[in-house]
């Protein structure tokens, strides 16, 4: 979690529940709402520093969680992690290899802020498409994705990318965003779209 937001409570409560970082309460809550990870869904969460989401995750299935950062991931019990741009091309097919079938990609990821509110909105969304493009690769059909991004110029095309490839997509403003803040969650359910993936698993 980036230093320049300082220590609110959601960070604190972070800290006192053992999370390593507040963005655990992303995660919770559209778990509780949209119900995306279920009891034996092998899971691959992208941009997975410090390690919150797979924390989260570990405790929702039984089946495989695999994080992929370009930074370790401090070790956590039950869970793989890879050092690896998710932007390689040659990263799917390995990750297909490793878990078999996938049925959720989750991806908190974000590009590191230049102030620039525009700049940094389209970083972001050519940060999402990338986890996109990973999704649709690796997911089996009827598989879920969540991605972060931010409202903006081209949110509206991201929106609309997603939906030709789910049968359900819903956006969610976290409570646990900060205030002024753009950030906003694309939720989609059942994968439909398979003519991505490369080779076989």
């Known amino acids: 979690m980036g230093s320049q937001w300082g220590r609110d409570s959601a960070y ?12 655990a309460y992303k995660l919770i809550e559209i778990q509780d ?3 995306i990870i279920r009891e034996y869904d092998n ?51 390995q990750v297909r290899l490793m878990l078999g079938t996938v049925n959720v990609v989750l991806s908190d990821a974000a590009p590191r802020l230049s102030g620039q509110k525009s700049y940094d ?14 999704a649709c690769r690796v997911l089996k059909p009827g598989g879920n994705f969540l991605v972060k991004t931010f409202q903006g110029e081209d949110f509206n095309r991201f929106l609309a990318d997603i939906r030709d490839h789910f049968l359900s997509v819903r956006t969610y403003r976290s409570r646990t965003t900060r205030k002024g803040s753009s950030e906003i969650y694309i939720i989609a359910k059942n994968f439909v779209n398979t003519h991505e993936a490369e080779g076989p698993l």
């Open 12 to 23: 604190t409560r972070a800290l006192r529940e053992g999370y390593r970082s507040r963005a």
């Open 43 to 93: 899971v691959v969460d992208l941009g997975a520093a410090p390690g919150s989401w797979l924390q989260v995750t570990r405790g929702l299935t039984r089946g495989t969680v695999l994080g992929i950062d370009l930074s370790p991931v401090a070790p956590l019990d039950g869970v793989q992690t890879l050092v690896a741009d998710f932007t390689d091309p040659s990263l799917p097919g």
């Open 33 to 35: 709402r949209y119900h």
């Open 121 to 134: 909105q389209a970083r972001a969304i050519a940060l999402g498409e990338e986890a996109l493009a990973f």
